[in-house]
């Protein structure tokens, strides 16, 4: 009697495993805003090396230009500017101007009309190639 009993709850913890399986693989699909097209503009920055001085970088090197990035705190309950997000935004500018380098000149937190606080990173961007 007890065997028979077994074999239904195995049998029921069976198919109730099988319909849950069924009914997640027709679930709501999930959209994001990455676009396959331009999935590697997303991780641009992490194309491009800090280094601390023009000494330091290996290689031919080619000067391609100032960047700079922002961080901005637009509301009161936003996190604060900082530099980290600046320096990020601009090794995302020297990845579009095909950096792989950049070094950090400066940054300093400035007045901005939109911004109850905004930091601003200065560098220069370069193209680093181990010719």
Known sequence: ??????????????????SFLFACANGPSVETNLDKENFEEYFAAGNVTVYQNEDDLPGKVISLGLVEGESCKAKENDA???????????????????????IFTSCTLIEDQQCLEMMVCYGKAFQVSSN
């Open 80 to 102: 604060p500017a900082n530099a980290a997000d600046a320096r990020t935004m601009a090794r995302e500018k020297s990845a579009s101007m095909d950096a792989n380098a950049v």
């Open 1 to 18: 009697m007890k065997i028979t009993k077994v074999k239904k709850l195995i049998n029921l913890l069976t198919i109730s495993s099988v």
